[in-house]
T-cell receptor, first 116, second 112 residues
Framework: GAVVSQHPSRVICKSGTSVKIECRSL??????MFWYRQFPKQSLMLMAT?????????EQGVEKDKFLINHASLTLSTLTVTSAHPEDSSFYIC????????????FGPGTRLLVL | GDSVTQMEGPVTLSEEAFLTINCTYT??????LFWYVQYPGEGLQLLLK?????DKGSNKGFEATYRKETTSFHLEKGSVQVSDSAVYFC???????????FGKGTHLIIQP
């Protein structure tokens, strides 16, 4: 149980284009999902908290107009990187909180974004 | 704000050695504590957790005890295997709808 999927697993795009990443909780409902960013050989940094049916809460320093988050259902959250630039290249990881399993977060496998 | 400090790696051990990875934290309030593991090429997996003082989380031979007096959550295993080679992250959560605050990760290498 407690499986979270992400799609795509990796994406290469041209500078200036937008990229959408999907995060799904496959066997549980998640009212709260989280988006993290991981740079090479560094830890995960929380970008935003995605709440079903309401606006996302962004961490300080994260541009909400650049990283659009939508949490339209209890099993799906999307992150759209708008007008991507090379400095947005990173590993993006989502997680979902399952309150029925002690509140632990379960992580997706991550999406590798490369902006040329 | 909350922060997590864990020992820098890489940590290299021989198979069947005893493992300790130190983790300390600072937090406002009463956090829940977690260890996550990231195997090569895979996503993070929850290894174990503890939600209150003196709780011991355990899984796959790994253990960690919530020490409120020392604000620590050290990860231990009595006899490591090559398959334990991975990056281990200590993390805390303030509860509610909070995201996790992670340590920088410790790369563990087990040699046969």
């Amino acid at each position: 149980g407690a499986v979270v999927s992400q799609h795509p697993s990796r994406v290469i795009c041209k500078s200036g284009t937008s990229v959408k990443i999907e995060c799904r909780s496959l066997d549980f409902q998640a009212t709260t999902m989280f988006w993290y960013r991981q740079f090479p050989k560094q830890s995960l940094m929380l970008m935003a908290t995605s709440n079903e049916g309401s606006k996302a809460t962004y961490e300080q320093g994260v541009e909400k107009d650049k990283f659009l988050i939508n949490h339209a259902s209890l099993t799906l959250s999307t992150l759209t990187v708008t007008s991507a630039h090379p400095e947005d290249s990173s590993f993006y990881i989502c997680s979902a909180r399952d309150y029925g399993l002690g509140g632990a977060q379960y992580f997706g496998p991550g999406t590798r974004l490369l902006v040329l | 704000g909350d922060s997590v400090t864990q020992m820098e790696g890489p940590v290299t051990l021989s198979e069947e050695a005893f493992l300790t990875i130190n983790c300390t934290y600072t937090a406002t309030g009463y956090p829940s504590l977690f260890w996550y593991v990231q195997y090569p090429g895979e996503g993070l997996q929850l290894l174990l957790k503890a939600t209150k003082a003196d709780d011991k989380g355990s899984n796959k031979g790994f253990e960690a005890t919530y020490r409120k007096e020392t604000t620590s959550f050290h990860l231990e295993k009595g006899s490591v295997q090559v398959s334990d080679s991975a990056v281990y992250f200590c993390a805390i959560s303030g509860g509610g709808a909070d995201g996790l605050t992670f340590g920088k990760g410790t790369h563990l290498i087990i040699q046969p």
